[in-house]
């Protein structure tokens, strides 16, 4: 057998117009960045609430540091257990409501993690088409039979579930909040259709940790349907500022993770400093709830703004603000172009999302001013003829 070719296989990605490559990115996470050597405003990070420059966070990091290291040393099941661990997990469960919650190192080991130990041979996943990849990835190696039901359609989703009469367990999974549309799952129909069948649910509230519901609590307390949901995965590093992930359920879910969900098992644990950061976070979206008054009312400005220049985007109250540009080439030249009147958006292309639905994903922070979204709306302006050839 012989070696790959990586560059003919690089070469293949450039013609279809895939090819990707690390951005330069200089100075601290926030509204605006240098990139590629050039100032500008930041509407491409998941930092919606701009905690990951926030100085309590960093403060409680360092401090975090020098008292107990920089490292856990080992997973939780050997010697990386620490006190902080549990008084982090503590604190999301009492946010989220949750009777206990677990820690992960990333929010795609979660999901891979604990969708592989849920279900196996001669279970059935549900997913919806427009789930995360982790969430995709989580359902193949579980080796369960997997059915994508049509992005967000409820009825398509229980026609499946009924009918798989088998005696083997049912788990739907879905987004709360989708990463690249940023629109909604409709969970209390969801929920209803769960509890007709005997499924499990499971809910990734990744983009909605921090951001949606009363105190930035998730979609799934907005909408009223927490208490039925029987897993919950959320992140540290997206509205929270940092890293890491967590899922929360009943004590007895979790207690069957720590023994069976191989991503946490075999994974150093979370370094401390990180813990620390979290925990800061959580203090500061309790004590300054106008971050998250302050987000929503930036993304209503800049979709509002983009709407009135007859751009194609979708009505919605998420900082994720999909522009469908379609082809991979022209979505890119459309980046690029942005990125030299001071703007940085990223273009997103199959197979992270569907063939001829390449996009802008743009996204929102709270502390964009208005003087940053008044910009953005007059560069998409600028180059209105040419997202609409």
């Known amino acids: 057998m012989s070696a790959m070719n990586y560059r003919e296989q690089i070469e293949n990605i450039k013609k279809d117009g895939r090819y990707r490559r690390l951005r330069a990115i200089s100075g601290a996470q926030g509204p605006e960045l240098i990139v590629d050597g050039r100032k500008a405003i930041c509407l491409c990070s998941n930092n919606y609430l701009g905690l990951a420059g926030h ?3 960093a403060e409680a990091q360092a401090r975090a540091a020098r008292e107990l290291g920089v490292g856990a040393g080992a997973s939780r099941l050997i010697s990386g257990n620490m006190d902080i661990h549990a008084r982090l997990e503590e604190r999301i469960a009492h946010f989220k409501g949750i009777e206990r919650v677990l820690l992960f190192s990333s929010g795609y080991q979660a999901n891979v993690g604990v969708i592989s130990a849920l279900v196996g041979r001669g279970d059935f996943i549900y997913s919806d088409q427009f789930n995360h990849a982790s969430i995709v990835d989580g359902a193949r190696l579980s ?8 992005h967000r359609d409820t009825e398509a ?17 879905t987004d709360s909040v989708f990463s690249m549309d940023g629109d909604l ?8 259709i769960k509890n007709r069948h005997g499924a499990m649910l499971m809910i990734d509230e990744a983009h ?75 203090d500061v979206i309790e ?18 703004g983009m709407q009135k220049l007859g751009l194609n985007v979708p ?12 082809d991979e080439r022209k979505t890119m030249d459309i980046c690029e172009r942005l990125l030299d009147r001071g703007i940085f958006v990223q273009g997103i292309r199959p197979p992270t999302v569907p063939p001829d639905a390449s996009r802008l994903r ?13 910009r953005a709306i007059e560069a998409f302006k600028s180059l209105r003829s040419v997202i609409a050839e």
């Open 55 to 57: 100085p309590a966070l």
């Open 143 to 150: 080796r369960a039979e997997i059915r994508v039901y049509p």
């Open 157 to 173: 989703l229980e026609r499946m579930i009924a009918g798989d009469d088998s005696k083997g367990r049912k788990l739907i999974v």
């Open 185 to 192: 799952a409709p969970l209390d129909a969801i929920v209803k």
């Open 208 to 282: 909605a940790t921090g951001v949606m519901g009363t105190g930035g609590k998730g979609l799934a307390v907005e909408m009223g349907c927490a208490g039925e949901i029987d897993v919950t995965m959320g992140t540290l590093g997206k509205a929270l500022g940092g890293f890491g992930a967590f899922v929360g359920g009943s004590a007895q879910l979790v207690d069957y993770l720590i023994n069976t969900a191989r991503s946490f098992i075999f994974t150093t644990a979370l370094p401390p400093s990180l813990a620390a950061s979290a925990l800061a976070a959580f």
């Open 287 to 304: 004590a300054e709830p106008q971050r998250i008054k302050r987000l929503l009312q930036n993304v209503k400005i800049l979709r509002k």
């Open 315 to 326: 009505q919605g109250e998420t900082p994720i603000i999909p522009l469908i540009i379609g």
């Open 362 to 374: 743009i996204t929102v922070m709270s502390r964009h001013t208005k003087e940053h979204l008044e």
